[in-house]
Structure formats: C-alpha cells, structure tokens
C-alpha cells in the first residue's frame, strides 16, 4: 500500500500525497499523473509491482481530485495541474521518468514543456490528445461563453464506464468509488482543448524518449490523435499496442505485462 501524505502546491492548494517506497536505495524514482474523474488510489497495484523492483513511485491526486481539495472536475487554468505534479517532483531526484495515464498523459506532456531539464522520458497510457466521447451539442457549443460566466459549472463528464475496461469487475469496482468524480466544468473544457492545441504547437521541441501504450479498443480518447502524437514525435519512440484492451490498460486483465512493459521504459 502507498504511503500517504499531505502537500501544497505553489498556490497553497492542499494536495494529496502518495509514495510506493521499496526498502533500501530506490533503482529508479518515477512520477505518477492520473487521469480526469479519478485518483492514484486506483494505481496500487502499479505501484507495488513498481516497488518490488526497486522503482519508488510519487504522485498526488490532482486538484478537484480524490482526496486533495479544490472544486471537483475543475481548473481555474491548466498550468495549475502542471503545479500539482511539480510539488510531487519537489520529492524527486533532478531528472526523473513519467508515468501518466489519459488526462494524466496531456499533463505529463505539459510539465515536459515547462520543465524540460527534469523530465526524463514520457510513458503515456491513451494520452488525452483529444476526446472520442461525443459531447451534446449545445454543451460543445456554449463552452467557450459558459467558461466565461460560469466557469465553475458543474456538468455531466459523460464518460460511459463500461468503456474504460473489459473487465466487469474493476467497472463495478470503480462506479462505486465515492472518491470517482463525475463532473467536469466548462473552464476544464476549454483549458484542456487549449492545452491540446499548445502541445500539438510544441511537438516539434520535445527532446526526450516517448513511450506510446495505446488499447486496441480505444473509444475515451481519440486514438487518430495519438497515432499523429506518436508520428509527429521527432525523438526516440516506442509504441506499445494492447489488442482486446479498452482505455484503462492499467486495469485490464492482462496489466501485468502493462506493468512489465512500463517498467522495461522507465528504468531502461
């Protein structure tokens, strides 16, 4: 089980703290970004298998998140969420590997762009480069306006569960959650179209290694959106394919060799 504590961000937002120690001197320390509506409770499993060959792993749950505080589903703007994740990396060693699953994947990217000199290598499972979920209409349409003079209104993420992983037991698992958030806000939606747009803008400047895991049955995120990712990225890049697997490979029957793979990435 993680290590639980508590932490700030640069902002003074109370975060949630995790850390999977193995005993002894760590052979490699990563950072670990979870995705939109859940938190790193959900990551234990990762964690252990990680700490069992000797990798520590830290993370926090995001703002609007899990256990830290802040408005559920929210951002006021995206570079917050990046504040987040550096107060974790205040734990970590100069350089560092990343490990960041859908919305955690486009964050991972954005502390990579502002903190280049720290990042060392990206593993992103189904990145969050842009949404397969189709939105209402009106709900696409009055985002920008919403954003404007509500944008802290809670709306349906719409997200369908049964989407996220083949196995019925770890959806049931994860609608019972009561730490799950269900909402997101219209700020949140255009921050994160925004950050998509700036990423794509920044492509050409990433100078790490990348590892792309992608499911064969992607439907949350858009995979046409990672396929251009992984085509456009201009440095060292594997890609990793899970056939019979949906967007939450980490909770997919077959995770070991997720896990297994992530670990040859990380400590390569």
Not at 81 to 102: C, K, N, R, W
Not at 210 to 234: C, F, G, K, M, Q
């Amino acid at each position: 089980m993680a290590n639980n504590f508590h932490l700030q961000a640069a902002d003074g937002t109370e975060l949630a703290g995790y850390e999977w120690r193995p005993e002894g001197e760590p052979t490699c320390n990563v950072l670990l970004i979870h995705g939109q509506g859940e938190h790193l409770g959900r990551y234990d499993y990762l964690g252990e298998v990680l700490t069992e060959s000797g990798v520590r792993t830290v993370g926090v749950d995001l703002r609007g998140h899990g256990m830290s505080k802040g408005r559920r589903g929210h951002v006021k703007k995206w570079s917050d969420y990046v504040q987040d994740v550096a107060a974790a990396a205040e734990m970590l060693p100069e350089t560092f590997p990343v490990i960041g699953h859908s919305m955690g994947g486009l964050i991972a990217l954005s502390l990579a762009a502002a903190q280049p000199e720290r990042v060392r290598n990206l593993v992103l499972s189904g990145p969050l480069m842009g949404v397969a979920v189709a939105a209402p209409a009106w709900k696409t349409a009055m985002a920008g306006v919403l954003s404007s003079v509500l944008p802290g209104l809670q709306l349906a993420s719409g997200i369908p569960l049964n989407e996220l992983c083949t196995d019925p037991e770890a959806v049931a698992l994860y609608e019972k959650d009561g730490l799950r958030v269900k909402t997101i806000t219209p700020r949140w939606f255009t921050e994160m179209q925004a950050e998509i747009a700036r990423i794509e803008q920044h492509l050409p400047h990433f100078t790490i290694p990348l590892s792309l895991h992608v499911a064969e049955h992607e439907t949350i995120v858009d995979a046409a959106a990672n396929e251009r990712l992984y085509a456009a990225w201009p440095t060292a890049k594997k890609r990793w394919y899970w056939q019979g697997g949906k967007h939450e490979i980490l909770q997919e029957p077959f995770r070991q060799g997720v896990v297994a793979a992530m670990l040859e990435d990380i400590c390569d």
